[in-house]
């Protein structure tokens, strides 16, 4: 049983395009993240949400518009890709109650050309 | 300067060994610590959580904080080529909805046979 499911697990776009990436979590957990991981390792929160409500926006660019249908879905929409967005992007989850139960997902790597 | 800082590696040694990873950070207002612990092409997974100062032990693994000095440690007694993965440190101030991990940029390690 995968806890925190991410698709696609690779994705090769050219710049300009559009494109979502999806994560799923079957935790029941009620607030799901967005990070990036850039070529150096270092891993940075996006957005996070709690209960479908967006909490935290970490001055990101507005090309970039997350989406909560329900507790256990939290979608990113990437619009007119850039070369600087080529990195991993995880998604996690956790409980409110502690950052110490925050669950990752598998990882989304994303290539632009 | 960074929030959290981490040294950046990479680091080898040979299996057997003690091996000891470090944080410092300077944000004050950090509570709880945590190490987390990242194969390739894998997402993070948490290893170990502190709260405020103090140590703690798994296993072959301890984690010490010291909130005075704003470091933190992870320490691997009797390394095993298993434990080769990227060490990330992450720190957060509270345990709400809108808490945040923030992440050092992760250093490598590789235990050799």
């Known amino acids: 049983d995968t806890a925190v499911s991410q698709t696609p697990k690779y994705l090769v776009t050219q710049m300009g395009n559009d494109k979502s990436i999806k994560c799923e979590q079957n935790?029941?957990?009620?607030?799901m993240y967005w990070y990036k991981q850039d070529s150096k390792k270092f891993l940075k929160i996006m957005f996070s949400?709690?209960?479908?409500?967006?909490?935290i926006n970490e001055t990101v660019p507005n090309r970039f518009s997350p989406k909560s249908p329900d507790k256990a879905h939290l979608n990113l929409h990437i619009n007119s890709l850039e070369l600087g967005d080529s990195a991993v992007y995880f998604c996690a989850s956790s409980l409110a109650g502690g950052p110490k139960t925050q669950y990752f997902g598998p990882g989304t790597r994303l290539l632009v050309l | 300067q960074k929030e959290v800082e981490q040294d950046p590696g990479p680091l080898s040694v040979p299996e057997g060994a003690i091996v000891s990873l470090n944080c410092t950070y300077s944000n004050s207002a950090f509570q709880y610590f945590m190490w987390y612990r990242q194969y390739s092409r894998k997402g993070p997974e948490l290893l170990m959580y502190?709260?405020?100062?103090g140590n703690k032990e798994d296993g072959r693994f301890t984690a010490q904080v010291d909130k005075s000095s704003k470091y933190i440690s992870l320490f691997i007694r009797d390394s095993q080529p298993s434990d080769s993965a990227t060490y990330l440190c992450?720190?957060?101030?509270?345990?709400?909805?809108?808490?945040?991990?923030?992440f050092g940029k992760g250093i490598t390690l590789s235990v050799r046979p």
């Open positions: 949400y709690n209960n479908k409500e967006l909490i």
């Open positions: 935790l029941g957990h009620d607030t």
């Open positions: 502190t709260y405020s100062s």
């Open positions: 992450a720190m957060s101030a509270n345990t709400g909805a809108n808490s945040k991990l923030t």
